[in-house]
T-cell receptor, first 113, second 112 residues
Framework: ETGVTQTPRHLVMGMTNKKSLKCEQH?????MYWYKQSAKKPLELMFV???????ENNSVPSRFSPECPNSSHLFLHLHTLQPEDSALYLC????????????FGQGTRLTVV | GDSVTQMEGPVTLSEEAFLTINCTYT??????LFWYVQYPGEGLQLLLK?????DKGSNKGFEATYRKETTSFHLEKGSVQVSDSAVYFC???????????FGTGTRLLVSP
């Protein structure tokens, strides 16, 4: 039990579909993150939320739209994705102080067909 | 910008062999350093960390020492087990705001 829960664990979607990934943390953390993990590539930081405000967007295409309604929940809304967007999407949370670790969810394996 | 460099994998070892996975970093200031492990089909789990120079992180028989002079944080274990087979990620975070920068990961395969 990592304290960070992601749903669904697996998702297959067509390029014209709209879907959402959900992340929930009960650790009392105030920062949450979306990462993309593709085969043979480093983990890519996509979005960072601190105290429910987006503080970083690493040049992510607009077909990915994050939402952070409160400090415990984070969503990633997906629409008109491409096959190259197929990857493992990882959510993480942390306290916003230097030196403390991030806790990760188990990820959502996304396949775009 | 900050970066982490890890040795290419896979690393293939027999059970009870000695493990070293090299990690070097580039960062401004004094980052915290981490090793994360990812087992098949799972997310990342923190394995160990060190927050200042000369600190040694340790957990489950794994160790890594924060070497500022060589900007390194090599992971070691004296005797690996089959259950240690996983992908290991070295990472750093800059002081003041938690934002992890990861290496590319090193896959470890341990055979009986």
């Amino acid at each position: 039990e990592t304290g960070v829960t992601q749903t669904p664990r697996h998702l297959v979607m067509g390029m014209t579909n709209k879907k959402s990934l959900k992340c929930e943390q009960h650790l009392g953390h105030n920062a949450m993150y979306w990462y993309k993990q593709s085969a043979k590539k480093p983990l890519e930081l996509m979005f960072v939320y601190s105290l429910e405000e987006r503080v970083e967007n690493n040049s992510v295409p607009s077909r990915f739209s994050p939402e952070c309604p409160n400090s415990s929940h984070l969503f990633l809304h997906l629409h008109t994705l491409q096959p190259e967007d197929s990857a493992l999407y990882l959510c993480a949370s942390s306290q916003e102080t230097g030196g403390t670790e991030a806790f990760f969810g188990q990820g959502t394996r996304l396949t775009v067909v | 910008g900050d970066s982490v460099t890890q040795m290419e994998g896979p690393v293939t070892l027999s059970e009870e062999a000695f493990l070293t996975i090299n990690c070097t970093y580039t960062a401004t200031g004094y980052p915290s350093l981490f090793w994360y492990v990812q087992y098949p089909g799972e997310g990342l789990q923190l394995l160990l960390k060190a927050t200042k120079a000369d600190d040694k992180g340790s957990n489950k028989g794994f160790e890594a020492t924060y070497r500022k002079e060589t900007t390194s944080f090599h992971l070691e274990k004296g005797s690996v087990q089959v259950s240690d087979s996983a992908v290991y990620f070295c990472a750093l975070s800059s002081a003041g705001f938690q934002k992890l920068v990861f290496g590319t990961g090193t896959r470890l395969l341990v055979s009986p």
